[in-house]
């Protein structure tokens, strides 16, 4: 019997799996860009089932199925379209969805529920999202990202901007840079959003060296990214709180005057008000080239998990 493959958590990829997906990847871009049509998911169906809001993730998630010749079913907003408008438990919907597909997309609100969502699935399932845990995808394709700018994943110093309490797009990422070799992280935020303890203990097991601050401006001089983040307004439960720091850090062609000329600006997007669009056609702006990355990165978990390859892929 063949194990079924979930991606909850970055934790579930072995380092060689991640370098597996690169290179899938990779083969998806050249797909993509000869505008050919792969047949390798002809017959398979994806599900989307998404009970937060999400534009890159559905897309790129259901444009990569396509693209491999697969089809999708989704539910735009399954908190609302979905049984669980009438009560039906997560557990109970993943179980007859699991019965009409072949593997499902995940988004939740609640932090574990992906973890929960495949202990009963019988199809695999993929973490787009638990509340404030984790998002894998994203972070493999922010890493991805990071190699096509640079040529590699080693040597860089990195700040991690925004809301690194509730950002799960951050504490994927963290996880991942048990990959990356010599590298510097700045962990700036305001105090009330910093980074979970959990977070932090990896870093220090991987021995990878981190600070924590509040002030942004002395550390653009010094860093190779500066990966930006939007607050998390859904998550918080004070408005008063919200308030305070939803406008603590603003990116505009002023503060980014000191970054380096080879230094890139990231963000999972959306963005809010972090970052002015008066920078959008400056060359060290890669948010708009990280997205489309996520159309390769998804294309290539989806081979990975279902264990279909695109053939000549070697
Ligand atoms: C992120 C998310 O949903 O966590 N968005 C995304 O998938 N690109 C970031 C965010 O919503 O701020």
């Given at each position: 019997m063949i194990t079924k493959r979930d991606l909850v958590s970055i934790n579930d990829l072995s380092n060689e799996e991640i370098k597996e997906i690169f290179r899938l990847a990779d083969e998806s871009y050249q797909i993509v860009k000869r505008q050919t049509r792969s047949n390798i998911f002809s017959g398979k169906i994806m599900a989307t089932l998404?009970?937060?809001?999400?534009?890159?993730?559905?897309?790129?998630?259901?444009?990569?199925?396509?693209?491999?010749?697969?089809g999708v079913i989704s539910t735009e907003s399954a908190k609302h379209f979905s049984s669980a408008i009438k009560g039906?438990?997560?557990?109970?919907?993943?179980?007859?969805?699991?019965?009409?597909?072949?593997?499902?997309?995940?988004?939740?609100?609640?932090?574990?529920?992906?973890?929960?969502?495949?202990?009963?699935s019988p199809v695999p399932i993929i973490n787009a999202g638990d509340g404030p845990g984790e998002h894998p995808t994203q972070a493999i394709l922010?890493?991805?990202?990071?190699?096509?700018?640079?040529?590699?994943?080693?040597?860089?110093?990195?700040?991690?901007?925004?809301?690194?309490?509730?950002?799960?797009?951050?504490?994927?990422?963290?996880h991942l840079f048990k990959l990356c070799k010599n590298i510097k992280v700045f962990l700036v935020s305001p105090e009330e959003l910093r980074l979970p303890e959990?977070?932090?203990?990896?870093?220090?097991?991987?021995?990878?060296?981190?600070?924590?601050?509040?002030?942004?401006?002395?550390?653009?001089?010094?860093?190779?990214?500066?990966?930006?983040?939007?607050?998390?307004?859904?998550?918080?439960?004070?408005?008063?709180?919200?308030?305070?720091?939803?406008n603590s850090f603003l990116i505009n062609s002023e503060s980014i005057r000191q970054l380096e000329k080879k230094s890139i600006i990231m963000h999972p997007l959306p963005r809010v008000n972090e970052i002015a669009r008066e920078i959008d056609s400056d060359s060290r702006a890669a948010y708009f080239r990280q997205a489309q990355n996520g159309l390769y990165i998804r294309m290539a978990?989806?081979?990975?998990?279902?264990?279909?390859?695109?053939?000549?892929?070697g």
């Open positions: 998404f009970y937060e809001p999400s534009t890159r993730t559905r897309f790129s998630f259901e444009a990569a199925m396509l693209k491999l010749g697969g039906e438990s997560l557990e109970d919907t993943i179980r007859i969805i699991g019965g009409y597909v072949d593997i499902i997309v995940l988004r939740h609100y609640e932090l574990g529920a992906a973890k929960k969502a495949s202990e009963i922010d890493l991805y990202t990071i190699k096509k700018e640079f040529g590699d994943i080693n040597d860089f110093k990195i700040a991690m901007i925004g809301d690194l309490l509730y950002g799960r797009t951050i504490h994927s990422l963290i959990e977070y932090k203990s990896f870093l220090k097991d991987q021995g990878i060296e981190f600070y924590e601050t509040d002030l942004l401006g002395k550390m653009i001089p010094h860093v190779d990214i500066l990966y930006v983040t939007r607050i998390q307004k859904e998550r918080f439960t004070s408005q008063l709180l919200y308030d305070r720091v939803k978990i989806l081979q990975w998990i279902l264990g279909n390859f695109i053939a000549g892929s």
